[in-house]
């Protein structure tokens, strides 16, 4: 059964850090490309960053580029988010999502419960 | 980069058919998924590739794409239905996912 563990998530200040870890079980992330994707609180899903099976390709939304940065490790069987220079408007749910390919660009077939981030002072 | 426009709400009575629209200029030429998302829960994927369903996903949930419109389709609309849905694209040319502004069904 394909499992999707978020953790990571919590309280941090404008300007702070958080790195984001994904657990998965039941399949080999290096055989499929995952993502991460957040929820602001009363608002719709917007796609952050992917990455490929191989680990090689990682893309990231303009909203994040350069302070966000997607990982994987195969031996762990984990995907991650680290989030740096964090703003109010990054607070979000965050889900890590499964897709269908190893390669990016085809959609996501098994998510996470989420991680709830809030940036705040 | 592509924008994704979905109405924002939708009212339906059961067993009738609710019909979600997905608008961008060149959709006809990606491949569109759909995700549902009922209230306080992930999103949960109910069409992909246009028109194909995951395994476990109900035949009354039905998609399809042509020119500036994608559409999802559930036939005879229960109860159970009420969520958000999303459309979901990936741009090839910013290699970006985009999703759409998302549909409220409402079932009365």
């Known amino acids: 059964e394909v499992q999707l563990l978020e953790s990571g998530g919590g309280l941090v200040q404008p300007g702070g850090s958080l790195r984001l870890s994904c657990a998965a079980s039941?399949?080999?992330?290096?055989?499929?490309?995952m993502s991460w994707v957040r929820q602001a609180p009363g608002k719709g899903l917007e796609w952050v960053s992917s990455?490929?099976?191989?680990?090689?390709?990682?893309y990231n939304a303009g909203s994040v580029k350069g302070r966000f940065t997607i990982s994987s490790d195969n031996f762990k069987n984990a995907v991650y988010l680290q989030m740096n220079s964090l703003r109010a408007e990054d607070t979000a749910i965050y889900y890590c999502?499964?897709?269908?390919?190893?390669?990016?660009?085809?959609?996501?077939?098994?998510w996470g419960q989420g991680t709830l981030v809030t940036v705040s002072s | 980069s592509s924008v994704l426009t979905q109405t924002p709400s939708v009212s339906v009575a059961p067993g009738q058919t609710a019909r979600i629209t997905c608008g961008e200029n060149?959709?006809?030429?990606?491949?569109v998924e759909w995700y549902q998302q009922k209230s306080g829960q992930a999103p949960v994927l109910v069409a992909y590739?246009?028109?194909d369903r995951p395994s476990g996903i109900p035949e009354r949930f039905s998609g399809s794409n042509s020119g500036t419109t994608a559409t999802l389709t559930i036939s005879r609309v229960e109860a159970g239905d009420e969520a958000d849905y999303y459309c979901?694209?990936?741009?090839?040319?910013?290699?970006?996912?985009?999703f759409g502004t998302g549909t409220k069904v409402t079932v009365l």
């Open positions: 999502a499964k897709t269908m390919s190893v390669s990016t660009g085809y959609a996501s077939h098994y």
């Open positions: 590739d246009d028109y």
């Open positions: 060149d959709i006809g030429n990606r491949r």
């Open positions: 039941g399949f080999t992330i290096s055989d499929y490309a």
């Open positions: 979901q694209v990936w741009d090839s040319y910013t290699d970006h996912y985009v």
């Open positions: 990455i490929s099976g191989s680990g090689q390709s990682t």
